[in-house]
């Protein structure tokens, strides 16, 4: 009917041979419609061009992939975490734990630990980052043959992004899979509350209360020779370079080297610990938290720029340090907070009189301002591997004054709480 009324108005107004009379009539149908039509198109091209063009220089600028810890590309954690507690992205509808729990613990279920399994008693020993860490009995078939098992329990009460953020720690173990020199995960239970990490049982702790046990006048204790030499201190390090290379070669990196993460054996094996940063690292490519202690961090870190397995490689020489000198604290004259400017100024720490010259060198080329300039964890373990022929394992390192361990706190930067020591137990 509309068209019928214009073009008979039409009809009365042009004669039907009078074609541009006709085509002004009409237009609003053909000249203004399509033009407005083709200027939105435009628009929208220019803008998603302009998009497109700024992405491409962002991702110029940004560092070299050898600098970044790029995300893996496969990965089976379906969501992002950021830490016990933190805010987590959620893309699922099921929001309460227990439902949550149903949909994810298949994924889990080759790992699954039957909680009867288990000792009742749970001894606890620490405070982990999630909650507390227990050591307890696993039942393996063979009543004569317990298996002791620490349990990293989620704390209580959970909502569901601590849930979802800890079942993403287990299964970063489960893709990280086994190690030598990695803390190993033996199974979970996560069927329901409370959510417990088996892991393998690191008897003799961690290499800070040992490097300090060293100290006393003690032999042996429990199996193990609390005698350090050069030579020990070499064949600790080439094993904790080899857990560095393991992690390189998944594109990630530590974050928190230092003696406090790193578990002893009495044969002195070494494993590393403390992953919870190279989780951070797997699931968004870096680390966001800055609560570790600044002295044993790569100027980059300090900086907040951009840091991937050569900031590793600068606390390796830390750990060498803390090695050497039975764990005394880095920088014992700078104040913590001050580490960034004693740096800047290029300033490192001095050759510690029990340190080798090889040594020294060794603990030079991890402070390199550059990233560039220092070894990579596979160059370090070669020159460690070479400095092992040559080095001393007759002289014990010693060091007559015993740790106060709140004082080392203090000096090293450290909240007294997060030292896991076995210490006080001498
Ligand atoms: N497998 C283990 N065997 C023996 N002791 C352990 C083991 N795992 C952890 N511990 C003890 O618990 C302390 C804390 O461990 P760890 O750093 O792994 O926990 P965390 O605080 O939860 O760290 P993260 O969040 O980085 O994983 C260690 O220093 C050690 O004393």
New binding site residues.
Partial sequence: MGDERVMTRMLLECSLSDKLCVIQEKQYEVIIVPTFLVTIFLILLGVILWLFMREQRTQQQRPGPRDIAPVPPSRDLSWEAA??GGNVALPLKETSVENFLGATTPALAKLEVPREQLSEVLEQ???????P?F?ASMNTGDPSKPKS??L?ALKEPAGPHEVQDFLG?VQFHQYLGKHNNL??LEGCCTEKLPLYMV????????L??FLWTCRRDVMTMDGILYDLTEKQVYHIGKQVLLALEFLQDKHLFHG?VAA??I?IQSDLTA?L???????EVYTRGAISSQTIPLKWLAPERLLLRPAGIKADVWSFGILLYEMVTLGAPPYPEVPPTSILQHLQRRNIMKRPSSCTHTMYSIMKSCWRWHEAGRPSPRELRLRLEAAIRTADDKTVLQVPELVVPELYAAVAGIRVE?L???YSIL
């Fill in positions: 830490g016990c020993i620490c405070n982990g980052s999630c909650g860490i050591r098992v620490i990293k720690r803390v190993q892991m393998e049982d690191v008897v003799h702790g961690d800070l209360s928190d406090r993460n578990l494993k610990c403390g992953l919870g940063l190279a989780y997060s896991f020591y076995n």
